[in-house]
């Protein structure tokens, strides 16, 4: 299917497929893309396939202003509907790329399964991190390595108080309990440190040749005199020996090789 496709950048996977067009204005990105819709069509009629015509979506994504009216969209002879932001692989991108629906949508399902966490409280205390860390917590962080750098910082600082609202729940703590008193008695990673963590992973991964070209071919390697300014007060140190601690000798030596590189 790729290949059938000049137009535009095709994203597949499993049964989601992604057509993606750029353009310097918004009239060449739309005629792009109806190229790249019609070229996709003739190949699903080739190959004896029908497109859900009625699921798929178009969206604008820019940094200005567009006042429109959109052009028209089609695959076939059905019309696309714009949307101003849609689900994509359970993560909700917006035409601005800010993440704010995401977030708010990640907020009020973290809230409801936090008081879900607080109706299981009857189980065993050592069964309510179980349920946390390996069910309501990988769904939270999901995709956080996407719009863990949301500009907004009030959407994060959400996330970190029902974070420790968690932990305030399985350990019995008083509500009125200082946040950093919780942090401090539960041990536990801030959402911040997540999105640190998963940033370091990602790189690990593109060093070692680990990680798909489309994604490993949007860094841009530079050197020069530059040095990062190192402070105590940076949570970096503490992330990186997590990493490094779980990771056998010869990827160790592979990350410090890396390390060298930056500093």
Known sequence: MPDAVSSGTLFL???????YCMGSTVDEACSLLNKALNELNEWCVTNSLTPHSTKCEAMLLHRGSFIGPHPLITIGSTTISWVHHTR??????????????????????????????????????????DLYFKVILPSVAYGIIVWGGCNNSDHIQALETLHRRAARIIFNLSWDTPSDTVMEITKWDSIL??????????????????????????????HGPYKPKRTPKSGCPTIFNVVFKELNPVQRCSLMEFCVKLF
Do not use: M
């Not at 996977?13 to 057509?19: E, G, K, Q, S």
């Not at 909700?92 to 977030?103: R, V």
């Open 193 to 222: 440190d997540l999105y640190k963590l998963s940033l370091i992973k990602l790189f690990y991964n593109i060093v070692i040749e680990k990680i798909p070209k489309t994604i490993s071919d949007l860094v841009t390697w530079r």
């Open 13 to 19: 996977y499993a049964d989601d497929t992604t057509v």
């Open 88 to 129: 994509l692989l359970g993560v909700i991108i917006d035409h601005k790329l800010t993440w704010s629906k995401h977030l708010s949508d990640l907020k009020r399902n973290f809230s409801e399964k936090l008081n879900l966490l607080k109706k299981c409280s009857f189980l065993k205390q050592r069964a309510l991190p």
